[in-house]
């Protein structure tokens, strides 16, 4: 079982940057595959970004490719996603989840952590 702790959200300009981060406590971390999703509100939870357990496979939402790059540390047991040419739209809170291939839809995670929320201003 993995706890994910999500950091690094906050306001931020048009055009801004930012670097979310999600630790990991408990075993082995660098056995599950990681994603990102994102949740506005009164919509639904939309995939982001996954990467698999070795980080040789990385896929991404059309709306955040060339944008958002995920990544991972596993001697951290820490997942990244970081965040440039922010838009308005990209406002939401993000969380991270592990699971145990990459994938695009919630289902295939397991774990959650309780989310970040990423404010962007135009």
């Known amino acids: 079982q993995l706890q994910l702790v999500e950091s690094g959200g906050g306001l931020v300009q048009a055009a801004g940057s930012l670097r979310l981060s999600c630790a990991a406590s408990g075993r082995h971390f660098s056995s599950y595959a990681m994603g990102w999703f994102r949740q506005a509100p009164g919509k639904e939870r939309e995939f982001v970004a996954t990467i698999s357990r070795g980080s040789g496979t990385r896929d991404y939402a059309d709306s955040v490719k060339d944008r958002f790059t995920i990544s991972r540390d596993n001697a951290k047991n820490t997942a990244y996603l970081q965040m440039n040419s922010l838009k308005p739209e990209d406002t939401a809170v993000y969380f991270c989840?592990?699971?145990?291939?990459?994938?695009?839809?919630?289902?295939?995670?397991?774990?959650w952590g309780q989310g970040t929320q990423v404010t962007v201003s135009s």
């Open positions: 989840a592990s699971g145990p291939a990459p994938g695009r839809r919630k289902e295939y995670y397991n774990y």
